[in-house]
């Protein structure tokens, strides 16, 4: 095999072959740095009915790879010369996939990388989204929303990897999409009919399930289907369902970019070919003096174009496979690939206390002793859904952070309350933010306190360490923002609780597993053990591991 560390010939830049087969669609491509070319072909399997097959998928890859493969190594002797002197490797998609299917592709790219004597690159998939709008954006540390149709998550990079966020609690916005469309009897990919038949319809209600960064998709797909079912037009159903889902992210999406203090934010995923959704996050963006961008659609739909585009950063720095390590990982979490192509920064950046403090839904007016929160209309969300959220959460937020107070746990008090206008008054407490301030007592305290909110049988809801203040005279620790709290006797619901805290901690704090042993010791020391079982069994699901 060639020198993965050097290019393959004399040339300053370097020139990689790319090939994807994650599910539906195979392809082939070749990226030149020096051009900032991207030549994609691309052969996608439609299903006659229903979704997609694996076993059908994976056959339409064993007849579709070889072919686009051949069509672009003939671009590449017709435009460079020789593939053998003019590649300097070939990468392909690990995973996350359909098994049969990844299978063929990395079998193609073993015997092509083997034949040419190049090095072999295996890409994760959904960090090719993120690096592929990195770099048409020119963005330094963005988040990134992957919107596709298995997965649905926000990342961002700290601390040597891309740190997942918030992600979907069951199922991607594609797939609850497409179990919508099948059972109209429509067939894949659902998404398009969805998106044209929507702009005739009017807005109905369905469920908005937000619980801090994370989110879920298949009660709404239930209800959605229930709908239709019950009389409701078809058209009104897939306008709903567009303002629902994709509300939810483009709030997942200002949630992050709040936590984490960045300015900048791509998507990713073919999900984002949707107008409305597009739309949503450029207009909460502008709204943020946030930087958006969203590549350009064949960028969004699985191509081998953004494999190419990674593996390229990738054989650069040195990161290719031995053949015999080169297996393919259908569950290839993005937040389990060691980044070695880029040198420090983070998208955690230092949020400072000013006079005004301005979150993922509300702008706080800092006058001590008091601060007044009122949570702003969004225009990128419907005038009724927004209105329905604002008065439920202010509601919410009062309510709980009262309670939490009675039973012990130090929380601002409530001096008013306006759940039309969405604005509250409440005591001006801490000197700062936790996620600015952290040590192991202070997030010790805030296993201890959530500990006490579910035995009083309430979650917070959005416990990250932004909803945390400290310090002060006698350095207390505060819980704040209950908006998205609610009573619950779930298990789940409180082991959801702790696993948001940590995946916020983890993605904004250096050194995180002490910090991580210390909550949960003070958890499981002040509350039930089952709680913290049942995180280790949501961890273990396949949504997140």
Same mark, same amino acid.
């Given at each position: 095999?060639?020198?993965?560390?050097?290019?393959?010939?004399?040339?300053?830049? /370097?020139?990689?072959?790319?090939?994807?087969?994650?599910?539906?669609?195979?392809?082939?491509?070749?990226?030149?740095?020096?051009?900032?070319?991207?030549?994609?072909? &691309?052969?996608?399997?439609?299903?006659?009915?229903?979704?997609?097959?694996?076993?059908?998928?994976?056959?339409?890859?064993?007849?579709?790879?070889?072919?686009?493969?051949?069509?672009?190594?003939?671009?590449?002797? =017709?435009?460079?010369?020789?593939?053998?002197?003019?590649? $300097?490797?070939?990468?392909?998609?690990?995973? @996350? %996939?359909?098994?049969?299917?990844?299978?063929?592709?990395?079998?193609?790219?073993?015997?092509?990388?083997?034949?040419?004597?190049?090095?072999?690159?295996?890409?994760?998939?959904?960090?090719?989204?993120?690096?592929?709008?990195?770099?048409?954006?020119?963005?330094?540390?963005?988040?990134?929303?992957?919107?596709?149709?298995?997965?649905?998550?926000?990342?961002?990079?700290?601390? +040597?990897?891309?740190?997942?966020?918030?992600?979907?609690?069951? /199922?991607?916005?594609?797939?609850?999409?497409?179990?919508?469309?099948? !059972?109209?009897?429509? &067939?894949?990919?659902?998404? @398009?009919?969805?998106?044209?038949?929507?702009?005739?319809?009017?807005?109905?209600?369905?469920?908005?399930?937000? =619980?801090?960064?994370?989110?879920?998709?298949?009660?709404?797909?239930?209800?959605?289907?229930?709908?239709?079912?019950?009389?409701? &037009?078809?058209?009104?159903?897939?306008?709903?369902?567009?303002?629902?889902?994709?509300?939810?992210?483009?709030?997942?999406?200002?949630?992050?970019?709040?936590?984490?203090?960045?300015?900048?934010?791509?998507?990713?995923?073919?999900? %984002?070919?949707? $107008?409305?959704?597009?739309?949503?996050?450029?207009?909460?963006?502008?709204?943020?003096?946030?930087?958006?961008?969203?590549?350009?659609?064949?960028?969004?739909? $699985?191509?081998?174009?953004?494999?190419?585009?990674?593996?390229?950063?990738?054989? *650069?720095?040195?990161?290719?496979?031995?053949?015999?390590?080169?297996?393919?990982?259908?569950?290839?979490?993005?937040?389990?690939?060691?980044?070695?192509?880029?040198?420090?920064? &983070?998208?955690?950046?230092?949020?400072?206390?000013?006079?005004?403090?301005?979150?993922?839904?509300?702008?706080?007016?800092?006058?001590? @002793?008091?601060?007044?929160?009122?949570?702003?209309?969004?225009?990128?969300?419907?005038?009724?859904? %927004?209105?329905?959220?604002?008065?439920?959460?202010?509601?919410?937020?009062?309510?709980? /952070?009262?309670?939490?107070?009675?039973?012990?746990?130090?929380?601002?008090?409530?001096?008013?309350?306006?759940?039309?206008?969405?604005?509250?008054?409440?005591?001006?407490?801490?000197?700062?933010?936790?996620?600015?301030?952290?040590?192991?007592?202070?997030?010790?305290?805030?296993?201890? !306190?959530?500990?006490?909110?579910?035995?009083? +049988?309430?979650? !917070?809801?959005?416990?990250?360490?932004?909803?945390?203040?400290?310090?002060?005279?006698?350095?207390?620790?505060?819980?704040?923002?209950?908006?998205?709290?609610?009573?619950?006797?779930?298990?789940?619901?409180?082991?959801?609780?702790?696993?948001?805290? *940590?995946?916020?901690?983890?993605?904004?704090?250096?050194?995180?597993?002490?910090?991580?042993?210390?909550?949960?010791?003070?958890?499981?020391?002040?509350?039930?053990?089952?709680?913290?079982?049942?995180?280790?069994?949501?961890?273990?699901?396949?949504?997140?591991?």
């Amino acid at each position: 095999m060639a020198d993965a560390a050097t290019p393959n010939s004399s040339r300053a830049v /370097t020139r990689v072959l790319g090939l994807e087969g994650t599910a539906w669609c195979a392809s082939a491509a070749v990226f030149d740095a020096e051009t900032d070319d991207v030549l994609v072909e &691309s052969d996608a399997y439609t299903p006659p009915s229903g979704g997609i097959n694996p076993r059908e998928a994976a056959e339409h890859m064993r007849e579709a790879v070889p072919a686009v493969l051949e069509t672009t190594l003939t671009t590449v002797r =017709k435009r460079y010369g020789d593939p053998a002197t003019e590649l $300097d490797a070939v990468a392909f998609s690990r995973g @996350p %996939g359909l098994g049969p299917c990844l299978r063929v592709v990395a079998t193609a790219a073993r015997a092509l990388a083997g034949s040419l004597e190049l090095p072999l690159v295996g890409a994760n998939h959904m960090i090719a989204h993120l690096e592929i709008g990195r770099r048409r954006s020119g963005f330094e540390t963005p988040v990134c929303l992957n919107a596709s149709g298995a997965n649905a998550h926000v990342l961002g990079y700290h601390d +040597g990897r891309y740190r997942v966020l918030g992600e979907t609690m069951d /199922t991607g916005v594609g797939n609850a999409i497409d179990k919508f469309t099948r !059972h109209l009897g429509w &067939s894949h990919p659902g998404g @398009p009919k969805v998106e044209r038949r929507a702009r005739d319809g009017d807005y109905v209600e369905l469920p908005y399930v937000v =619980k801090g960064m994370d989110f879920s998709f298949a009660g709404i797909t239930s209800a959605a289907k229930q709908a239709v079912d019950d009389g409701t &037009s078809v058209a009104d159903v897939c306008r709903s369902l567009e303002e629902t889902m994709f509300g939810m992210l483009t709030e997942v999406g200002e949630r992050a970019l709040s936590l984490t203090g960045a300015d900048e934010l791509v998507l990713g995923g073919g999900v %984002g070919q949707n $107008d409305r959704l597009r739309g949503m996050l450029a207009t909460m963006c502008e709204a943020r003096g946030a930087d958006f961008h969203a590549p350009e659609p064949r960028f969004l739909r $699985d191509n081998a174009g953004m494999i190419a585009v990674l593996g390229a950063r990738m054989y *650069e720095a040195g990161d290719t496979l031995a053949t015999a390590d080169s297996a393919v990982r259908p569950d290839y979490r993005p937040d389990q690939v060691p980044v070695t192509w880029r040198d420090g920064g &983070s998208v955690a950046a230092p949020v400072a206390d000013d006079e005004r403090a301005r979150g993922a839904e509300a702008v706080v007016d800092l006058e001590p @002793p008091t601060a007044t929160k009122r949570r702003l209309a969004k225009a990128y969300r419907r005038e009724e859904l %927004g209105e329905r959220l604002r008065r439920r959460r202010t509601r919410a937020e009062a309510r709980l /952070t009262s309670e939490a107070r009675r039973l012990g746990v130090p929380t601002p008090v409530i001096r008013d309350v306006d759940p039309p206008e969405g604005r509250l008054t409440l005591e001006y407490v801490g000197a700062a933010d936790l996620r600015d301030a952290l040590t192991e007592p202070r997030v010790q305290a805030v296993g201890r !306190h959530l500990a006490r909110c579910h035995e009083g +049988g309430f979650v !917070h809801g959005d416990p990250t360490p932004r909803n945390v203040r400290v310090g002060g005279s006698d350095d207390r620790v505060y819980l704040i923002d209950f908006g998205l709290g609610y009573y619950t006797d779930d298990v789940e619901d409180y082991a959801m609780d702790l696993h948001v805290f *940590e995946g916020a901690l983890g993605g904004t704090a250096d050194d995180t597993a002490a910090l991580l042993d210390a909550f949960e010791a003070a958890y499981h020391e002040a509350g039930e053990a089952q709680v913290v079982a049942q995180l280790r069994e949501i961890e273990g699901r396949g949504r997140y591991r």
